[in-house]
Structure formats: C-alpha cells, structure tokens
C-alpha cells in the first residue's frame, strides 16, 4: 500500500504572511485601509475577488512578497464550486500563511480543509525527482486542528487505495492496508480466505472470487472497547470485468476503482480510531476480483447466500451485491446499533446524481436529519435516495428468493438497495452508492480517487449514535 501523505499545519511566526481573503464586497473597504498600498496594482492586476483569485502583494521595498489576497467570490459561486479558495493555493510560494479576513466558521473550514487536501499528491508510479515546495497554513483560531489533519489524512489513505491500480492492489494487498492501518491503531485484524470462505458459509463471497488466481477473502477489522456497535461493510472489488457478461473495455477502463467503497470506509475507519471516538468499530470488507475463468459463476446460476436467500444470478457484473449480501448477514448477526455499507454499485446512481454526490438509502429519519448536518458542516455532500418498497417486487424472480439484476430497466440503484436490505435485519441501516472518483481536476480534489460520504459520516456520528440503546 502507498504511504498515506503526511498532513500538518505550521505554526505561527513572525514569519507568516497574510492571505487576505475577501468577498467581492469587501474589496472597496480593503483597497482604501490595509490594502490602500496595493490598491494601484489591484485594480491594475483586474483582481474582482471572483472564487479563488488570487494576487501576489509585493514587498515595501519591491523585494519579495508581503502577502496576497484572494477571493471568496459571491454565496453563488462558493454554492457551485466546493473548496473554490483551495484554487489560490498552488499558485501561492513556499512558506508559512495564515488567513485573513472575515470567515464564517463554516468558510473557515472548508478553506482550510480544501487548502490540506490541496497537498495530496499521488506519485508511487511517477515520483517527483525534486520535492515540491507547499505553501503551509497556520490553522485559524476556532477549529480543531487534529480533527482536520485526520480528515485529510483519511481521505488521502482512501484516495491512495483506489488510484492504485489492481496489479497492486487485489484482495491480498487490501487486506495488507487493512492490517497496516489495525497496527497503526491497535485493532485486530483477521481474514477468512479461499475454500475456506465456502467451509465458513460466505459462499456468495466465494463464488464472485473464485475464478481469479488472487483468492477472495473476508477482512475482518475490530477496534473500540466501550460505547455503541458500529459495523461498517465495504465494497472490495479489486478490479471487476464483469465476469462472463464482460464489460466492455470502456467500462472496463476505471475497474481499479471499484473497491472504492472498502477505500471510503477504511478511511472512516481511520477518522473514528485516530480520534479516538467511543465506539465498538467493526470493518467488514469482502474483498474480490470479478474475472473471467472456466469456474466462473454463470448466467442463470442460483447461489444460495450466507442468510439461507437464494439468489438468481442474471448478470454477472451485478457482483458487488452478492458479496455485499454475504457480509451484511454477517454483520448482523452481532446486532450492531448502527451498520453502514458504502460500495461503487450502480451506474444508475450516477445518471441520477452524478459524480459529486454521495447517495443514501436508509428507513431511518433520526440518521437522515444527523447526516444532513453531517454533510453540511463536513463539506461532503449526500442526496437521499429512497427505499421504495413497491420496486421490491422487482428483485423477485421467482424461481429464486432474489434476482442480482433485475430486468425493470429503471430505477436500478434502488433496485440495487433492495436487494441488500434483504440481507439487513436486527439494526439501523444505511448504505451508501458512491462513485469514488473525480472525473477531472477540481479544487482540492484532483482527478482520480475521491472519498464519498466518510466527512458526511464523521460529523453525524454524535448523533446518529445518541439513538443507540
């Protein structure tokens, strides 16, 4: 596993320069008091304070750089671009900066959220032959500064998992990070792994891993001692073909990212240990590849699942719910207070939302209202989707309890949520279909692996846990 970029704010100084951030209107009252010295080359330069603009102010005596000043733009623009500030922060020099400015508390965090995140950089396959010089923040009065170094250093881990690309990161070298980060916190780590997935009754995990040389495994991770269960299941296709019904090679091509849902919740996993929050963590990672061999599983076949449900398999590239179905049985046979899935599922989710939000299925209004104030103050949206009961016929075949791939044509992420909710019993239940992955460059998030959902989580815990008996 790559090495989770180190994080850290700098400390104050005699040293550090001013970024001033500013609203658009601002800037008058800016150019005429502390920025009256710059005030000429600021309208020369044609700086607006527009999201993310930035400026570079020259020393007194024209050598070096005093300062800089950068935009906040309109309550519009920070509406349509998250972490848009974070665009000034590459073009800033070296050094230590703090902020300056009028920052709501919720401006202030994302600004310094976005400006850590900005640091992420993915080079195992191409590294840097000389270090890139960062620009550091001092962190502003007010916010939690670990809180937010663990934020950063929980997407990173999970943006570092899914850009690996699966000859380096199949079942055996995700259980590898899932044992690195049990050291790292002192959890146990255990795996149930080959035949003997079929001998433990997994045998939906099995039959999805079993025609890759790379054996299917079940990753068991357990932390936390004292307070409420919670269980978080993850999606852990290394890399999926989509078996006999093989994909295409364009819907092939981002198949390195279809663990994503183990990456996202392991770095969940890795906020809540670092914080050292008062839970019984468990991480339940059912961890395959979906490839094509003469053991594959076929088209037609009925798998009968851990739970005793038998499922009809009508598209092999509907995998990520079988194994997903095994491990939520199992999960739920130590009634955890509260179980999270979080998996890279369907394509319908994407049609329905797009790549930017974090979708979300759960019957329970209490986790709705805390995870909405989660996604709010962690600047991580999410959108709720609904468990609509009348689609439930849709998953019955008939000749099996279940069907993987229903032939309703529409509605297959819910379709997709129904589907594991049969395996759900006994506890409050909430699953996630993210895509986990950036699509291009944006603030703060550049193109490739991106974590969903996890910050949204983090923040509503207090919450949703407060309703555990």
Same mark, same amino acid.
């Given at each position: ?165 699966? @000859? ?31 001998? @433990? ?87 395959? @590849? ?81 995870? @909405? ?97």
């Amino acid at each position: 596993m790559p090495p989770t970029p180190h994080f850290a704010f700098a400390q104050a100084s005699s040293q550090t320069r001013p970024l001033h951030v500013l609203r658009p209107e601002d800037l008058p009252a800016f150019l005429t008091g502390a920025g009256q010295p710059w005030a000429g080359w600021l309208k020369a330069a044609g700086f607006e304070a527009g999201l993310g603009e930035m400026r570079l102010l020259p020393a007194a005596d024209g050598n070096g750089v005093a300062g800089a000043v950068a935009g906040l733009g309109s309550e519009l623009a920070r509406r349509r671009l998250r972490f848009g500030l974070a665009k000034a922060v590459p073009a800033l020099p070296e050094g230590d900066w703090r902020l300056e400015g009028t920052l709501s508390e919720a401006d202030a965090f994302e600004a310094t959220l976005g400006w850590l995140l900005s640091g992420y950089r993915f080079d195992r396959y191409r590294p840097s032959r000389k270090p890139t010089p960062q620009p550091r923040l001092v962190c502003p009065e007010g916010l939690d500064p670990a809180r937010l170094l663990t934020m950063a250093e929980g997407e990173a881990l999970t943006r570092d998992l899914i850009n690996t690309p699966a @000859e380096d990161m199949g079942p055996k070298e995700l259980e590898a990070a899932v044992e690195a980060l049990g050291k790292r916190f002192d959890a146990k780590v255990t795996t149930i792994k080959g035949s003997t997935l079929l001998r @433990e009754n997994f045998p939906m995990i099995h039959a999805v891993g079993r025609a890759s040389p790379r054996e299917p495994r079940l990753i068991d991770l357990r932390w936390g001692k004292k307070g409420p269960k919670l269980t978080l299941v993850g999606k852990g296709v290394c890399f999926d073909t989509g078996g006999l019904n093989l994909k295409p090679s364009a819907g092939m091509s981002l198949m390195k990212k279809d663990m994503g849902g183990a990456a996202t919740v392991l770095g969940l996993a890795h906020m809540i240990m670092a914080l050292g929050l008062k839970v019984r963590l468990r991480v339940l990672i059912p961890a395959v @590849e979906n490839v094509v061999a003469g053991n594959a599983i076929k088209p037609k076949d009925i798998l009968t699942s851990r739970k005793g449900l038998t499922v009809e398999v009508n598209d092999t590239d509907a995998e990520g719910r079988l194994v997903l179905g095994d491990a939520l049985a199992f999960a739920c046979e130590e009634k955890p207070d509260v179980l999270i899935s979080m998996a890279t599922l369907t394509g319908a989710a994407r049609v329905a939302v797009g790549p930017d939000l974090a979708p979300y299925y759960t019957d329970d209004d209490a986790i709705v209202a805390a995870l @909405e104030a989660g996604a709010k103050a962690g600047a991580d949206p999410v959108w709720r989707l609904p468990f609509h009961d009348p689609y439930d016929s849709v998953i019955e075949p008939g000749i099996a309890d279940l069907d993987n791939s229903p032939g309703f044509g529409f509605a297959g992420s819910i379709t997709a949520a129904l589907f594991l909710r049969r395996f759900v019993q006994d506890t409050r239940y909430l699953h996630f279909d993210i895509y986990g992955h950036s699509p291009s460059d944006q603030p703060a998030r550049p193109k490739g692996g991106a974590g969903q959902g996890a910050r949204a989580v983090l923040e509503g815990l207090p919450a949703i846990l407060s309703q555990a008996d």
